[in-house]
């Protein structure tokens, strides 16, 4: 069969008519043709059109209404992305995995034939058609060591359609590292004939790191023919870090080989629409060819922006055939220029601007890619990031001049001599004042609090009641909160008694994701007579001074007449704020504690782990974990039951936006009910909905909000996406039964199962809280299984985030306590 795209290819690449691209148009057929083909041919690709109520059939709109594949689908689901029979797939291409997960798409014989006659007529318009000498900054890929090429390989082979002869000038030693062939690129120049310009090949970074980089630092230069170029792929993700400007770049590069800047050329781009190139033009941007075009989308609303502006770029090609990658959005960054070329190139004009960076993990989730290593294992930083010293929160006196590690060691010693005041204080009185002052977190005429109230100081406030405090400070010192106040007898005994004396100084490392709960702890540390200095998160932004402030001016008076002020006990609390990187004041705050508590993700937890601290030290880790929920299907037969447990749902997974170690991500629901897994996700959705405006959301960044339209699209294929259209919430659904990865900012997954069971394959110790709807012996077999295999939590679903003692499998205060005897030993 001839499809409209081979007609397309026989055309010259950069002179034509932009009507071409429009409706009617001979590359807007082509486009259309083959989006027709996949909808016919690949059902998933049917499945995303239809859930994007798009039929490529009946389209007659402009190409900026094509909805776009996301380029993480190719990640996920490359492999099974298949339009045409399998056994028409000669090869499946991968990218080079920079970001972690590599792409795949699949190629047939007509998709490999337009991505050669494409790459050969766009690359050659810009270094001509004549066969030439290639110098190629790698390694030989016959010379055994292949495997270190990995992607680049099938890159390298495309370009070689140009060359005459090759010489590979990046060998590799016996322990397997790169060394450039100075002597062997001098011989290969010499025999070069003069009046015949060569190419310099090379993957950006390799060229840069490997070549260009040590060989002008040592003064090499070499002369190559006149009108020789460089021609360099691969992207800049690697030198950005190094902050190596693409100027910087040229001129080194231009200096090193004797040619001009304008012929070191930088050919953008991607494995999903391979043989697409985009090289630069001496007027110093990029050109789409006949065979496709640009699109830049706003990074959080994906609409299509003008000249001009920044976003998302988007490319529109018919050259995939065996695979629907015609319209995909990369993570790429650009702008699209106005104005004609001066060189006489027609098409688009764009610059690349970088990459959308990651979105940040900020949770507790970051647990599923290898358990946590404390030895051996260094976090780094520059020393430029490491001199901030900020005293967040202190009564005492500083002098601030001194220097930060002579601070920090003022304010240890200061926390220090108050310790044994603290130790005379009644356990009722300190309970009664933080009990008082909970009221003032929780009031909401209080506007230092109302602000903060999305942040969990409601629940903190009521946590903090003098009853529950009560009972948890029992709980926790072995049925008797009064053991913390002196000797009392064990078990009614007249002969031994028991006592619980406080550590000392607890040292805090608080994290950025979830500050309230640091809070929990504090209270804790307190109510056991501990003095406590407090490393705060430079996500902070003034929350845990603001809780302490409360206690100023504060004062409670227990019936037995002993009076505290909140003055007094602002005195054994300090908090600090330095980079976690600054070793030397990380350091002293381990060293003189007598117990380290530390919340966060796999790196803030590695760092604390990794002070040095003495050996009679407690450590308590609040390290990375993650929570998901189970539905069994006798929740799921009443209708007005169901919408409050999804309202139960949607409150776990919006506390915090999902920061929390607590918080669910993947929600197990049974079959059988009346109520399907599927259909339950409407339920959720309006829950969801519900949460959004009762428990606002933190503001999100570019990045977050690229990566809910990046999983949103996986889903598109997948299964089912129910979301707000600004992203606050996101529910998705598909028939298989995977834990995923957290995502945070409220978006759930949602998995059918026949049985809560089918769960249990998926906790570990790494499991921290198991949200349940569920009762009776299933709900019994469950938790005691799941506690066998590691998870230490089962709440009521709507309750996972409420602070409990114990938690995190462990009584705190007794951690923070030692425990003395008089008398006896009974035995």
């Known amino acids: 069969m001839d499809f409209l795209t081979e007609k397309l290819l026989q055309n010259t690449p950069f002179s034509y008519n932009e009507n071409e691209k429009k409706k009617g148009g001979s590359f807007y ?18 499945r995303f059109c239809d859930n994007k109520k798009f039929n490529p059939h009946d389209f007659s709109g402009s190409l900026v209404d094509i909805p776009p594949v996301h380029v993480a689908v190719f990640k996920e689901l490359g492999k099974t992305l298949g339009s045409v029979p399998k056994e028409e797939i000669k090869l499946t291409l991968q990218s ?62 495309g370009y070689l359609n140009f060359a005459s002869k090759v010489g590979y000038f990046l060998k590799v030693n016996e322990n397997n590292q790169y060394y450039f062939d100075t002597e ?236 044994s005041w603290l130790r005379k204080q009644p356990v009722d009185a300190l309970i009664g004042l933080i009990g008082q002052v909970s009221k003032k977190w929780g009031a909401s005429n209080n506007p230092d609090m109302v602000a903060l109230r999305e942040r969990g100081t409601g629940f903190l406030s009521s946590w903090c009641n003098p009853e529950h405090l009560t009972k948890i400070a029992t709980e926790g010192l072995h049925g008797n909160r009064m053991y913390a106040d002196t000797f009392l007898p064990v078990d009614d005994s007249k002969v031994q008694y028991m006592k619980a004396t406080s550590k000392g100084l607890v040292c805090h490392w608080l994290a950025g994701n979830v500050q309230v709960l640091g809070m929990f702890a504090l209270v804790e540390s307190i109510i056991t007579k501990n003095v406590n200095l407090l490393k705060v998160s430079s996500k902070d932004k003034g929350v845990f001074t603001s809780l302490l402030k409360a206690f100023e001016g504060e004062v409670f008076t227990t019936k037995g007449g002993c009076t505290i002020k909140g003055d007094d006990l602002l005195k054994t609390v300090a908090l600090v704020y330095f980079d976690h990187g600054n070793d030397e004041l990380g350091k002293i705050m381990s060293l003189n504690a007598d117990a380290r508590i530390s919340w966060g993700g796999k790196d803030a937890v590695m760092t604390v782990a990794g002070y040095p601290s003495r050996f009679d030290c407690d450590d308590i880790i609040m390290g990375p974990k993650l929570s998901f929920s189970v539905v069994a299907k006798e929740k799921l037969d009443d209708d007005h039951a169901v919408k409050k447990l999804a309202r139960k749902i949607a409150v776990d997974a919006s506390v915090f936006d999902q920061t929390g170690c607590a918080s669910t991500h993947n929600i197990f629901v049974e079959s059988g009910g009346k109520i399907s897994p599927e259909q339950f996700i409407d339920y959720l959705a309006e829950g969801m909905k519900k949460a959004a405006v009762q428990i606002p959301k933190a503001e999100m960044s570019p990045e977050q909000i ?84 590691g998870a230490m939590r089962f709440p009521d679903c709507g309750k996972m985030l409420n602070f409990e003692s114990p938690w995190d499998g462990m009584f705190i205060m007794e951690r923070l306590v030692k425990w003395n005897t008089l008398g006896g030993p009974l035995v």
């Open 184 to 419: 062997g690129i001098k011989k290969y120049i010499k025999e070069l004939d003069l009046n015949t310009p060569a190419v310099i090949f090379g993957f950006t970074y390799i060229l840069y790191s490997e070549v260009v980089k040590p060989l002008t630092e040592n003064g090499v230069k070499f002369v190559l023919p006149k009108g020789s170029k460089i021609i360099h792929i691969g992207g800049w993700k690697k030198l950005e870090s190094e902050k190596v400007s693409k100027e910087e770049f040229n001129a080194k590069a231009s200096g090193l080989f004797g040619i001009g800047q304008s012929d070191v050329i930088d050919i953008y781009g991607f494995t999903e629409q391979m043989g697409l190139n985009y090289p630069d033009c001496k007027c110093g941007c990029k050109h789409v060819p006949l065979f496709s075009e640009v699109i830049v989308r706003d990074i959080v609303s994906k609409e299509p922006l003008p000249a001009g502006k920044e976003g998302l770029l988007e490319f529109i090609t018919p050259i995939p055939h065996s695979y629907p990658g015609n319209a995909v959005l990369t993570d790429d960054i650009g702008i699209i220029e106005s104005g004609e070329c001066p060189y006489g190139r027609s098409g688009t004009r764009f610059r690349m601007l970088g990459r959308l960076k990651k979105a940040e993990v900020r949770g507790c989730g970051d647990i599923l890619s290898s358990k946590l290593k404390f030895i051996d294992e260094k976090i780094s930083v520059s020393s430029s990031e490491t001199g901030i010293f900020n005293i967040e929160f202190f009564s005492g006196n500083v002098d601030t001049s001194f220097e930060p590690k002579e601070q920090l060691e003022s304010i240890i010693s200061a926390l220090k001599k108050s310790l």
């Open 706 to 789: 690229s990566s809910i339209h990046s999983v949103r699209g996986i889903y598109d294929f997948k299964g089912r996406v129910v979301g707000s259209n600004d992203s606050t919430w996101t529910v998705l659904y598909s028939e298989d039964s995977n834990l995923c990865a957290p995502v945070y900012s409220r978006v759930l997954f949602v998995h059918p199962v026949e049985n809560i069971n089918e769960a249990l394959p998926y906790v570990d110790d790494n499991i921290q809280t198991i949200g349940m709807a569920a009762h009776g012996r299933k709900a019994l077999d469950f938790a005691i299984k799941a506690a066998e295999k």
């Open 29 to 46: 057929n082509a486009v259309k043709e083959e989006l027709c083909f996949h909808y016919d041919n690949n059902p998933l690709y049917k």
């Open 96 to 157: 080079s995995a920079t970001s972690g997960v590599p792409s795949s798409v699949p190629i047939d014989k007509v998709t490999s034939k337009r991505q050669s006659k494409a790459m050969v007529k766009v690359v050659g318009d810009f270094i001509g058609n004549e066969r030439k000498p290639f110098l190629v900054m790698d390694i030989d890929p016959m010379s055994g060591f292949r495997d270190i090429l990995g992607a680049r390989f099938a890159a390298v082979s």
